[in-house]
Structures are given as structure tokens and as C-alpha cells.
């Protein structure tokens, strides 16, 4: 794979990226917890951030896209859904922490009242790989059938008899008329490094993943502190 060449990045500065939506509040209170802090963000149509660290810049791109970035080294570092990692086809990429962040998790659903769908269901997902992955072990015929959202209203309408989606509350499927099936995987923000970056630039890498990590035990030993979920 051919690394992007930045030159405008100088040597030792990192770049992070962070998906934008739910992972967004709670990554920027860990990196707050670390001295890191973004300015602008709520205001800015900026994509990328200075922070009040002058040796770590902060990207905001969409959740599926983080680890793209991350793999080609346009970011050095990235944060994004266990689901999102999941789902890629081949990684390319370190996954030195578990950040513990945007928990939730990804299940089967399907109408409370809902009949098995026949021989082989149709089961509507954003997470198509993760899916097939999981019937296919379970020798479970089905049909995948791929949206971007709104999972939730495909049974209702008759497009699927079942869906696999990220839940954490349960509200949205109750309020659908869904129940949870099984439990697929149980998802949180991980933190993911491009891997020549964890070369060329191993000790700012190093001590970036050492604060992180020491936030977290420091948040999950004192839970009254930062949110946890
Ligand atoms: P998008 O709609 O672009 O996928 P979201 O904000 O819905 O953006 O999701 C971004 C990431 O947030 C997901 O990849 C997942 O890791 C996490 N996430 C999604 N839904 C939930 C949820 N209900 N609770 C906690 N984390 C979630
Ligand atoms: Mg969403």
C-alpha cells in the first residue's frame, strides 16, 4: 500500500482521526482527560483541528472512513466502532486499545410477533460482512439485504424479516416493534494506529497510547468520573 506523503505534517506531529456522530462527545472528553482539547469544534465547517497539544492535530471524518484514513497513514492514529473494524474486509492496521467509549452492541432482531420468514429470511443491515460472517457459521441460510440506515423499518414494511443492527438502550427497536434475538458482538470505540507510523514515529505513537491508556484505567477505577457509556 502506498503510504500518503505529507509534507505540510512535520516530523513527530500526530494526526488523529475521529468519527464524527455518537463515538464524537465521548472521544473528545477522553482526549480532554489527557490535556488534548479541540477548539472551535461545535462551530467550525473545519475538518481538521489544531489542538491545544501542538504536537497532535484532530481530523473528524465519518465513522466508516476512519479507518481508511488511518490505513494509508493520512492519519497517523484514528478512533472508531469496533463495528466499523469489524466489518472491513482485511485490516491493515494496529488496534492497540479498547477505549471503552460509545458502547453498545450489535444484535439480531426481528417483530416480536414474527414468524421465522420461511426458509431463508431476509435480514436488512448496514453491517453486511458481519452478518453473512455470522450465519454462515451458524449454517444459517439468509438473504443480506444492504442499507445505510434505518434499519429499524424494514420489517415493519415487509423489505426484511429480521435486521442486524447496533442497539444500546433499546428504545428505537421497541418503539419499532423489534426484540432482540441474539447477541452478535458487544461493540466500543477502539484506538487504531497506522502501522508505519508505529515505526517512523514510535516514541510520539508510544506515549499517545500510554496517556490513553492511562485515562481509561484511571476512568474505569473511579466510574463516578467521565462517563463510561
Ligand atoms: P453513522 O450513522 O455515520 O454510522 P453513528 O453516529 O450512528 O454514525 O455511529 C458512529 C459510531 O458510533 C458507530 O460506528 C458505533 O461504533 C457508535 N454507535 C452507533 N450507535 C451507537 C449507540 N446506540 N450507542 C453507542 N454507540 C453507538
Ligand atoms: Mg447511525
Known amino acids: 500500500m502506498t503510504a500518503v506523503v505529507d509534507a505540510a505534517r512535520p ?4 494526526t488523529l482521526a475521529v468519527s464524527k456522530g455518537r463515538i464524537l462527545d ?12 479541540v477548539a472551535d469544534i461545535a462551530t467550525s465547517r473545519r475538518l481538521v483541528f489544531a489542538t491545544s497539544d501542538p504536537r497532535i492535530e484532530v481530523m473528524i471524518i465519518r465513522a466508516q472512513d476512519v479507518p481508511t484514513f ?13 463495528d466499523v473494524l469489524m466489518e472491513r474486509e482485511r485490516s491493515e492496521l494496529y488496534e492497540p ?6 458502547r453498545c452492541r450489535l444484535v439480531l432482531a426481528g417483530p416480536h410477533d414474527g414468524a421465522p420468514g420461511g426458509p ?6 448496514k453491517y453486511v460482512r458481519t452478518a453473512r460472517r455470522y450465519f454462515a457459521a451458524r449454517g444459517m441460510q ?3 439485504i444492504h442499507l445505510y440506515g434505518s434499519m429499524e423499518i424494514a420489517p415493519r414494511v415487509g423489505l426484511a424479516d429480521q435486521i442486524v443492527d447496533l442497539v444500546d438502550s433499546g428504545a428505537t427497536l421497541r418503539a419499532n416493534g423489534l426484540v432482540e434475538i ?4 458487544d461493540i466500543s470505540s477502539r484506538l487504531v ?4 507510523a508505529m515505526k517512523m514515529k514510535h516514541a510520539p505513537v508510544r506515549e499517545f497510547i500510554a496517556r490513553l491508556a492511562r485515562a481509561c484505567a484511571a476512568r474505569d477505577a473511579h466510574p463516578a468520573g467521565p462517563r463510561r457509556a
Open 97 to 102: 486499545l479498547d477505549l471503552g467509549i460509545a
Open 26 to 37: 465521548q472521544a473528545l472528553a477522553l482526549l480532554s482527560e489527557i490535556g488534548i482539547e
Open 193 to 196: 494506529v497506522n502501522k508505519a
Open 11 to 14: 516530523e513527530g506531529r500526530l
Open 70 to 82: 488511518v490505513e494509508y497513514g493520512a492519519a497517523d492514529l484514528g478512533i472508531a466502532g469496533k
Open 182 to 185: 441474539a447477541r452478535i458482538a
Open 142 to 144: 439468509v438473504e443480506v
Open 120 to 125: 431463508r429470511p431476509r435480514v436488512a443491515t
